[in-house]
């Protein structure tokens, strides 16, 4: 399609975050979760829990998540979305070089 792009920054962390997990279980750590931008991979939970619990926030709020959890364990899972992915842009004398940008939750 025209003007189309395709971003492989999420396959990218899913694969660091199974790798960094893999690492963790070859040293003895048995309960990890990995969350890696949104990308989540996790082993089995502590003896007090079942499952991982996992909320996603409502689209448009920070501070409220969706009413539903996902119960998980051994699995991995995705978000994504603009709630926390943006960047404010100041500009000076015309220069849109890098250092002019800075992330918001810096």
Known sequence: LKNMRLDLGG????YIAHLV???MKNK???HALIDAGGK???STPGQC???WKIGINIPTSKK???PA??????ESVSTSGDLYQFFYYKRTHRDPSP???SSALC
């Open 11 to 14: 396959l990218g962390k899913g």
């Open 21 to 23: 997990l893999d690492q």
């Open 28 to 30: 003895g750590i048995d």
């Open 40 to 42: 989540i991979v996790m």
């Open 49 to 51: 829990n079942e499952n």
């Open 64 to 66: 409220n998540i969706l």
């Open 69 to 74: 959890e996902l119960l998980l364990k051994n």
């Open 99 to 101: 250092r002019n940008i």
